[in-house]
């Protein structure tokens, strides 16, 4: 049995480490110059200590004609006051003031619906107040899409760990996208299962956009980083992702808490779902912490045949860890625990599709959802 076991574990630790070697080897950072003028759209709800860093930084773009503007949406902090101030000091920035939430919308799908009809560039980067730009990160964006004729483009901005749970349970985004988003196929069909993105920096042209019926068309959905994607691709348009580490920075959420609620509040529109999550618990389970399980058990029974095969599978899971923490600036903790991480996100995606089976509501900036 714990050869057997060890066998299907090396079998999916194989999946995941080749995934890994091919997606990291065509997923790269945006490459372009220059590209039309970019307005990069910040929705913000109690952000007061965030702003003003994103206001830095979305100011200090260079090569693109920029403009920022930034919806506050019902915040209770001074978010709208620090805005109104920089407005006031530098003309490339608007305050808008939201409007009520409608029944059945999300509150950031509503912000950058809202942010979306204000825009005067032809090019719509949505950025989240937590994010850093680098000084040429609208440029890139917009020349890279420009190059490569996309409507879309999006990535993952180099994820800021510092305390130890962000570190162990962050660069757990990474493993699901790289191991199992096979990205030469994805840009080789136009599928909109294929979609894929991060809603933290997502740059669209505005005819897509429109054209897909912007964040109105997923009006109830928390996930915009799915979403939008996979309607752009529904129109006729053309979505990539790219490697955002050089381009951007953020730092997504600060205690254990935050990680948890944060995760969860869009887990059902992911893989937390009744048809999904056992297939993600098997490739997740099998094959990142299967065959340091089955390791330990065939030492113990002095199994050799199957501590060899289970020794292998790990070194495949280590190996293609160790190969994104380098590619992606991820801590080495991130690695050595990289067991944990895998069983932290499980947990919650149980536990966010058990809550939802029951009626449990997601709450989230001090709004009530539902979930699934």
């Known amino acids: 049995m714990i050869l057997i076991l ?4 090396l079998a999916l630790a194989g999946l995941f480490a080749a995934m890994c070697v091919v997606n990291l080897a065509v997923l790269r950072p945006p490459e372009g110059v220059g590209g039309e003028a970019v ?4 929705p913000a709800r109690d952000e ?3 702003i003003d860093a994103a206001l830095d930084t979305a100011l200090a773009q260079r090569g693109v004609e920029i403009e920022v503007v930034v919806l506050d949406d019902g915040s209770t902090d001074g978010t709208d006051a620090i805005v109104a101030a920089r407005a006031e000091r530098d003309g490339r920035v608007r305050l ?11 509150g950031k799908t509503h912000a950058c619906w809202q942010l979306s009809k204000a825009a005067r560039h032809p090019v719509l980067l949505f950025v989240d107040a937590d994010v850093r730009l680098a000084p ?3 440029a890139r964006l917009s020349g890279e899409m420009a190059r490569r004729d996309l409507d879309l483009l999006t990535g993952f901005p180099r994820q800021i760990t510092p305390t130890w749970a962000e570190k162990i349970v962050i660069p757990q985004i990474f493993t699901t996208l790289l191991g199992y988003l096979p990205l030469p196929m994805a840009r080789a069909r136009s599928d909109p299962a294929f979609g894929a993105g991060c809603g933290q920096l997502m740059a669209v042209r505005r005819a897509a956009y429109d054209a897909a019926g912007g964040h109105a068309a997923f009006a109830s959905r928390m996930h915009d980083g799915l979403e939008l994607p996979r309607r752009v691709r529904a129109t006729g348009g053309r979505s990539d992702l790219c490697d955002a580490t050089p ?3 953020c730092r997504m959420y600060e205690t254990p808490a935050a990680i948890w609620h944060g995760f969860s509040k869009n887990a059902t ?3 937390a779902t009744k048809r999904a999550l056992p297939v993600w618990t098997l490739l997740l389970f099998g094959g990142h912490v299967l065959p340091f ?5 065939a030492l113990i029974a002095g199994a050799g045949w199957a501590a060899a095969v289970s020794a292998l599978a790990c070194a495949l899971v280590l190996g293609a860890r160790i190969a994104m923490a380098l590619r992606l600036r991820q801590s080495w903790l991130s690695v050595v625990a990289h067991p944990l991480g895998v069983m932290v996100v499980l947990a919650i995606q149980w536990s966010a599709l058990i809550g939802a089976s029951r009626g449990r509501r997601a709450v989230w900036r001090g709004r009530d959802y539902g979930m699934g």
């Not at 307005?39 to 910040?42: A, P, R």
């Not at 808008?96 to 919308?105: C, D, F, S, T, V």
């Open 269 to 271: 529109e992911g893989m």
């Open 48 to 50: 007061a200590a965030n």
């Open 6 to 9: 060890s066998i299907l574990a």
């Open 39 to 42: 307005s990069i759209l910040i």
């Open 293 to 297: 399980l089955t390791l330990v058990a």
């Open 136 to 138: 040429e990160a609208a």
């Open 247 to 249: 381009v951007a920075t």
């Open 96 to 106: 808008l003031r939201g409007a009520a939430l409608p029944e059945g919308w999300i």
